[in-house]
Structure formats: structure tokens, C-alpha cells
T-cell receptor
Framework: SQQGEEDPQALSIQEGENATMNCSYKTSINNLQWYRQNSGRGLVHLILIRSNEREKHSGRLRVTLDTSKKSSSLLITASRAADTASYFCATVKGGSYIPTFGRGTSLIVHP | DTEVTQTPKHLVMGMTNKKSLKCEQHMGHRAMYWYKQKAKKPPELMFVYSYEKLSINESVPSRFSPECPNSSLLNLHLHALQPEDSALYLC???????????????FGPGTRLTVL
């Protein structure tokens, strides 16, 4: 069953703007991961944040995790047209190694 | 080599056909996965192999039959599929360290399957 729920489902912005996507989940987790998927292709892992971490950065990506609210956000700064893709959060419960994917956010960055 | 390869890229088959999807990785990963993904939906887990043994079967119909011949290969045998089985089939692999689940999945590009 799906654990994460991304918000918004779709996001359309201009190049250079920041894009923020949110993910909420229901049960306790060991870690939360964000993946990107270009249309009709496989998923690419972006970043993993552990349950005891609050924020993590990777290049233009910034991920936050609030375990008290059971939510995470992915911020892409200075977006580019090449960032156009679907973004999924995936949670890994304690005692497991298998991520459960949320519904995803479809991001369109207009040049 | 951090690549997961899948063949074929596209497959069109009739409901009476038998076909196979193939997946290969050479990263030494001992967990391999099959996912099914419909358009604009998240991947749905179908099967998980851990150390070449089937560890999870998410109540997938028997017309889908997985096989893991060795630690680098994963097959999905298809027989008597229905049109609603048309989807993108994704293979993934990851390390398996049960008390340290901080291992991400590496996905292949997928096989686009159309069942007529």
C-alpha cells in the first residue's frame, strides 16, 4: 500500500524559480528517499534522509524531514527546463529495506 | 558499473503469447525487484528477490512468473496476459543489509509492454 502522499500533484513554474514539493506519510519510518522519473523512463535516486536527520542538501536540492508531522519537503532551487519530471517520495519502515512510493508530483519547468 | 539494464525496451504481445522480460545488474546487489507502473501512477511492487530467493510476492496473478537464475539476472515470464497488464515494467536492484536499510534502489529504464 502507498505510504507517501505528495503535494501538489502537479506543479508548473518558470525556469529560474524554486519548486517545492511536499510528502506526507502515516507510519514511523527508518528513512525517506526522493526519486525523479523522466517521462517513460526508470526512476533515479536523488537523496536519502534518515529519520534522525532534519535537513539535507545535494547541489540544488534541499530536503527537510519533520517526523513529528510525518512530512518531508523537496526544494529545487533555480529550476531548469531539464528538471521537468515526476518526483516521488519513498518511505522505508523500520525493519524493512523496501521503499514504498507515494503518488508523485509532476513538475513542468518552462524555459 | 552502476547500471541496471532491461530488455526489450518495448514489447507488444497478444493475449495468447508467451514472452519474457530480462533485467541485469553487475553491482553485486543481492536484492532485485520487479515493479509495474501505469501512466501517471507510482511504481507498484510486484516481486522481490533476496539472495536469489523469492522473498516477496505482492499477490501478483500467476500469469506473471519471476525467475532469478543468478545474482545478476532477473527474468519475468509472461503468459496469457490481459490488455489491462499493459504498463511500464521496471526492474530495480539494491544492496541488502537487514539492520542497515540505508540502501537506495537503482532502476532500469523499463520495458514498455502493450498487450493486444
Amino acid at each position: 500500500s502507498q505510504q507517501g502522499e505528495e503535494d501538489p500533484q502537479a506543479l508548473s513554474i518558470q525556469e529560474g524559480e524554486n519548486a517545492t514539493m511536499n510528502c506526507s506519510y502515516k507510519t514511523s519510518i527508518n528513512n525517506l528517499q526522493w526519486y525523479r522519473q523522466n517521462s517513460g523512463r526508470g526512476l533515479v535516486h536523488l537523496i536519502l534522509i534518515r529519520s534522525n536527520e532534519r535537513e539535507k542538501h545535494s547541489g540544488r536540492l534541499r530536503v527537510t524531514l519533520d517526523t513529528s508531522k510525518k512530512s518531508s519537503s523537496l526544494l529545487i532551487t533555480a529550476s531548469r527546463a531539464a528538471d521537468t519530471a515526476s518526483y516521488f517520495c519513498a518511505t522505508v519502515k523500520g525493519g524493512s529495506y523496501i521503499p514504498t512510493f507515494g503518488r508523485g508530483t509532476s513538475l513542468i519547468v518552462h524555459p | 558499473d552502476t547500471e541496471v539494464t532491461q530488455t526489450p525496451k518495448h514489447l507488444v504481445m497478444g493475449m495468447t503469447n508467451k514472452k519474457s522480460l530480462k533485467c541485469e545488474q553487475h553491482m553485486g546487489h543481492r536484492a532485485m525487484y520487479w515493479y509495474k507502473q501505469k501512466a501517471k501512477k507510482p511504481p507498484e511492487l510486484m516481486f522481490v528477490y533476496s539472495y536469489e530467493k523469492l522473498s516477496i510476492n505482492e499477490s501478483v496473478p500467476s500469469r506473471f512468473s519471476p525467475e532469478c537464475p543468478n545474482s545478476s539476472l532477473l527474468n519475468l515470464h509472461l503468459h496469457a496476459l490481459q490488455p489491462e497488464d499493459s504498463a511500464l515494467y521496471l526492474c530495480a536492484s539494491s544492496q541488502v543489509v537487514l539492520r542497515d536499510p540505508l540502501h537506495t534502489q537503482y532502476f532500469g529504464p523499463g520495458t514498455r509492454l502493450t498487450v493486444l
